[in-house]
């Protein structure tokens, strides 16, 4: 490809990626093709970066053509353009089958509200009259798509597909963001609007650390608007609200606390939420939701208020979501494991409350060792290996070295003690275990987190 060309591509991925109602996160891909291969947006990639990293790499076009017979989603790259670990977007099957030089693949908001709807396929046509466009029926990504796309390909060069988004091609990258920004003008849909968020009560409800009411009024319409709130709890629109989202959203009443609320969803999928909606009130969003599943959760909420009250809603059926389980799995696997990790840990009330019964039964050494737990910010295994004359060097409110005092003042005569202890040996986490078993059954914590390594790192400032 010559240079000039592959400008084109990478100022074309930095015009939609800039735009958050054409793409969000890593999604949408785009390709240009040339005597020499394919050229495509790598797996992972946003296009918004286009200009500032290397998100192109050619593939091999016949290769990757041929995924169509061989079903395999695999192919082989060409030339030294990209390392070893990056692979091309799992749309290049698709990409590789239409015949124009340029495509464009987006998940723009308004073809997404569109392309979820029970009537869309009969409606459409007089939005689009006039383009050469087909309707797509859902097929997972990757060979199943491009298989549907090559059934009807021939001279049609605008396919929206079912639960998806939009495909255009064309001759040049101009030709097709031409073609992209005038079937947006067609499918334009007016935005409905929300109540405004009850910040008041979203801020009274959080009773743990890294929770605060979103910052964009239009999510909080999740909440505070009937159709959309219907919409996103009835089930999963679209493949990536599946993967980045982990499908419905969970609806509490505005009088449940975060702590209840995040324990009730851990119940229900195995996992902390990364948002909270709280009907008629607003959203929470977790401090802990990274960049790119804030900004799918943004774009659910843009589809959802663009979805009409009197239109039927076409949800993923059952099987349907059963072939995304390789990308959902590819997605989280990290993340779940850190996420199962966090969903064993005593929250915020859980600690207080355990801490409230040690304190309740005045053992002066059990009451020193949850104190340097629950108020001081120490983790477990620090509890364990700590001296009793290192207890001076820790930075301790005055209050806690108060409450501590009684077991203080019996290490001051055992020299060289751990303080947990209270002697030479250092206490075991079996031993431990004892402990926050007799002290977590009385606080009503869950038998899984009566556990010495249930207990969190970072300090949650319990108060008795």
């Known amino acids: 490809m010559s240079e000039n060309n592959l400008d084109s591509l990478i100022e074309l991925g930095e015009r939609l990626g800039g735009n958050p109602l054409l793409s969000h996160a890593n999604t949408g891909n785009i390709s240009l093709k040339d005597h020499e291969g394919l050229w495509v947006k790598i797996s992972g990639a946003s296009l918004a970066d286009a200009r500032r990293r290397g998100i192109f790499m050619r593939v091999n076009l016949l290769r990757a053509q041929a995924c169509l017979d061989t079903g395999q989603d695999h192919w082989l790259v060409s030339g030294n353009d990209a390392a070893e670990s990056l692979r091309p977007s799992i749309e290049t099957p698709m990409h590789a089958v239409i015949s124009r030089r340029a495509v464009i693949h987006l998940h723009s908001v308004n073809a997404v509200a569109w392309s979820v709807r029970g009537d869309a396929r009969e409606r459409l046509g007089a939005h689009l009259s006039g383009l050469p466009w087909r309707w797509i029926r859902f097929a997972p990504s990757g060979v199943p798509l491009a298989r549907e796309i090559a059934r009807v390909r021939g001279h049609v060069q605008v396919f929206i597909l079912a639960n998806h988004g939009l495909v255009v091609s064309a001759d040049t990258c101009g030709e097709a963001e031409a073609l992209v920004y005038e079937v947006e003008k067609r499918l334009a849909v007016p935005l409905r609007s929300g109540p405004p968020a009850d910040l008041n009560r979203l801020k009274y409800l959080i009773d743990e650390s890294g929770w605060r009411p979103a910052s964009d009024e239009r999510l909080h319409a999740l909440a505070t608007d009937p159709v959309s709130r219907r919409i996103v709890t009835g089930g999963v629109l679209y493949p990536c609200h599946a993967i980045f989202l982990r499908g419905p959203a969970t609806v509490v009443d505005?009088?449940?606390?975060?702590?209840?609320?995040?324990?009730?969803?851990?119940?229900?999928?195995?996992?902390?939420?990364?948002?909270?909606?709280?009907?008629?009130?607003?959203?929470?969003?977790?401090?802990?939701?990274?960049?790119?599943?804030?900004?799918?959760?943004?774009?659910?909420?843009?589809?959802?208020?663009?979805?009409?009250?009197?239109?039927?809603?076409?949800?993923?059926?059952?099987?349907?979501?059963?072939?995304?389980?390789?990308?959902?799995?590819?997605?989280?696997?990290?993340?779940?494991?850190?996420?199962?990790?966090?969903?064993?840990?005593?929250?915020?009330?859980?600690?207080?409350?355990?801490?409230?019964?040690?304190?309740?039964?005045?053992?002066?050494?059990?009451?020193?060792?949850?104190?340097?737990?629950?108020?001081?910010?120490?983790?477990?295994?620090?509890?364990?290996?700590?001296?009793?004359?290192?207890?001076?060097?820790?930075?301790?409110?005055?209050?806690?070295?108060?409450?501590?005092?009684?077991?203080?003042?019996?290490?001051?005569?055992?020299?060289?003690?751990?303080?947990?202890?209270?002697?030479?040996?250092?206490?075991?986490?079996?031993?431990?275990?004892?402990?926050?078993?007799?002290?977590?059954?009385?606080?009503?914590?869950?038998?899984q987190k009566r556990r010495w390594t249930a207990l969190p790192a970072e300090r949650f400032a319990a108060t008795a």
């Open 254 to 447: 505005p009088i449940t606390r975060v702590s209840d609320a995040v324990r009730a969803h851990m119940r229900r999928h195995g996992v902390r939420p990364d948002f909270l909606i709280f009907r008629d009130a607003g959203v929470l969003v977790h401090d802990g939701m990274d960049g790119p599943r804030r900004e799918m959760l943004q774009a659910l909420a843009e589809v959802a208020a663009r979805i009409p009250d009197h239109a039927a809603v076409r949800w993923l059926t059952p099987g349907e979501l059963s072939t995304l389980g390789g990308m959902t799995a590819a997605y989280w696997r990290q993340e779940h494991q850190a996420e199962r990790q966090q969903m064993l840990c005593l929250t915020p009330a859980e600690l207080n409350r355990l801490y409230n019964a040690v304190v309740a039964d005045n053992e002066k050494r059990h009451v020193a060792i949850f104190t340097l737990v629950c108020r001081c910010g120490l983790g477990g295994a620090q509890v364990l290996d700590l001296r009793a004359s290192d207890v001076r060097d820790l930075d301790i409110e005055p209050s806690d070295i108060e409450t501590m005092g009684p077991w203080i003042r019996h290490l001051a005569g055992v020299p060289d003690a751990f303080f947990a202890s209270g002697c030479r040996r250092k206490l075991s986490v079996a031993e431990m275990d004892t402990l926050m078993k007799y002290y977590g059954a009385i606080a009503g914590i869950p038998a």
